[in-house]
């Protein structure tokens, strides 16, 4: 896992390009210096702040954000118990499965293959529909404002919620399915459709949740989403 976490890694770090604009603004400004002689250019995004400042800074302004921000604490918790959650069924699949249907040790880890496929699928359905849903409800509302006058607002942040309702079916459904049926002794392959519909719930409302903080929060949604993990990884303790 290590391996091929280093080997993603550094393949990125040669393939990929730089897509932050304060980053790239900035490189232009040391360019610019460099070929102008003017030592006063500046980046319209730079804030003047020394590497330390700016460190504190980016170190503080998580914990404000979920403080201070209603959605980013309301979306950070709900992602939290969901993933506790998820935990939660990583942690017990083994003894249920061993326990009660006999399954190998060798074996065992086949139980979590529901999960698995589930996460792909919710993956799958969330990129396949998030972006065009949201083109095409920008073009009725730019469609709408043409019609009526008023200003276009173009893409809105809330339009990669609509999946967000359907996860959050999906999880408690799966749970149900997950836990009433391991203790009922049902066959194993129906608690693994619950842990199924219960990766597709999670991805669905990970995702739905992210990309909206990002759309939201724009060139602070890096600490957002630092907000959002840090409650999530510490609930899901």
Do not use: C
């Amino acid at each position: 896992m290590f391996a091929s976490a280093a080997s993603v890694t550094l393949i990125m770090l040669v393939v990929m390009k730089e897509s932050y604009a304060p980053v790239i603004l900035q490189r232009k400004v040391e360019r610019l210096r460099k070929e102008t002689g003017n030592p006063l250019l500046r980046s319209k995004l730079d804030t003047g702040l020394s590497p330390r400042d700016f460190f504190k800074r980016s170190i503080i302004r998580p914990v404000k954000m979920f403080v201070y921000s209603p959605i980013i604490s309301v979306m950070a918790i709900y992602t939290a118990i969901t993933y506790a959650y998820l935990y939660l069924q990583f942690t017990t699949m083994t003894e249920v499965f061993q326990g009660q249907y006999g399954f190998t040790t060798s074996l065992v880890g086949l139980s979590f293959l529901g999960l698995g496929v589930g996460s792909l699928v919710g993956v799958f359905v969330y990129s396949g529909t998030s972006d065009r849903y949201m083109r095409r409800k920008a073009a009725e509302a730019d469609k709408l404002a043409e019609e009526t006058g008023i200003e276009k607002q173009g893409m809105k942040p809330e339009y990669r919620l609509p999946l967000l309702p359907i996860g959050a079916i999906f999880i408690p459904a799966g749970l149900f399915i997950y836990g009433w049926t391991a203790e009922k002794k049902v066959h194993w392959i129906v608690p693994i459709i619950g842990t199924a519909f219960g990766g597709v719930g999670n991805i669905l409302v990970f995702f739905s949740i992210q990309t909206y903080l990002v759309d939201a929060f724009t060139i602070y949604a890096a600490s957002a989403l630092a907000s959002n993990t840090i409650i999530r990884v510490w609930l899901g303790q």
